[in-house]
């Protein structure tokens, strides 16, 4: 019995730190409280100012493009961290003009979701309908919308077939018969 010891040791020990060992009794992972970057909040500030009336204005966009690339270096350095970090990088992203800059958005949500940051949780589904939208598909949460001037607020292209409203509702969207349109989306 005593050669089978170390065998059955080593066998407990990938067993418990393997990654099957979780199991939905097992307790969540505990976040590490990780202080939020300033600058990036400065940069999130000026990003939802701009949007105060309803959307930027042409010469904003320029300024959008410079605080993409503020951002960019931040994580490229490593300086964005905490889940609200990610937050207000993939918001930044998302009032970007290139599906590459939704992607992106949408990353940085999904990173503040599992950095324990809720918000994440609507920007996922608004960067992934932007995204779908950029690249000639349907939107699929049903976040965003299109504003002319003197005509009513639509609801861009939306496949309204493929999610349910439980999902809908699990990311913090409106099920689809309560959607209207909202200011700055």
């Not at 959307?55 to 270096?73: I, N």
């Not at 993939?90 to 940051?117: K, M, N, Y």
């Not at 939208?133 to 002319?148: D, E, W």
């Amino acid at each position: 019995m005593k050669p089978l010891a170390p065998l059955l040791a080593a066998l407990l020990l990938l067993t418990a730190c393997g990654p099957s060992a979780r199991t939905d009794d097992a307790p969540a992972p505990v976040a590490v409280a990780v202080a939020d970057n300033r600058a990036l909040a400065a940069l999130f500030r000026d990003d939802q100012a701009a949007r105060k009336h309803g959307g930027p204005d042409p010469m904003e966009s320029l300024a959008d493009a410079e605080r993409r690339d503020q951002v960019r270096a931040m994580l490229d350095r490593g300086e964005v961290r905490s889940g609200r970090d990610y937050w207000r990088a993939g918001f930044i992203f998302q009032h970007g003009d290139r599906p590459e800059d939704f992607l992106l958005a949408h990353a940085l949500a999904t990173a503040a979701l599992s950095q324990g940051e809720p918000d994440g949780a609507w920007l996922a589904a608004a960067s992934l309908d932007r995204y779908l939208l950029a690249t000639g598909r349907p939107q699929i949460y049903g976040t965003q919308f299109i504003a002319f001037s003197n005509q009513p607020t639509i609801q861009s292209a939306l496949d309204r077939d493929l999610l349910t409203d439980a999902i809908r509702k699990a990311t913090r969207v409106p099920a689809l018969a309560e959607q209207t349109p909202r200011p700055g989306h």
